[in-house]
């Protein structure tokens, strides 16, 4: 059975690229985007694969 989950590693120089972004993260395997964002007092995950945002986690496709 092919392992699906993703492999998340610090992405460094990313952040300042996504407005509200306080982290962001890269899969090893697959190489898509999990980006922490902060509004005010909300804290939210968005996640980019091939230029298209995700509000859920997408399956890995390593």
Same mark, same amino acid.
């Given at each position: ?42 804290? $939210?995950? $968005? ?16």
């Amino acid at each position: 059975m092919k392992n699906t989950r993703h492999k998340w590693i610090l992405a460094d120089g990313f952040d300042k690229d996504f407005p509200g972004a306080y982290q962001v993260d890269q899969c090893s395997k697959c190489g898509c985007l999990r980006i922490h964002l902060v509004h005010g007092s909300v804290f $939210s995950k $968005s996640f980019l694969v091939k230029g298209l945002y995700y509000g859920k986690t997408p399956t890995c496709n390593s």
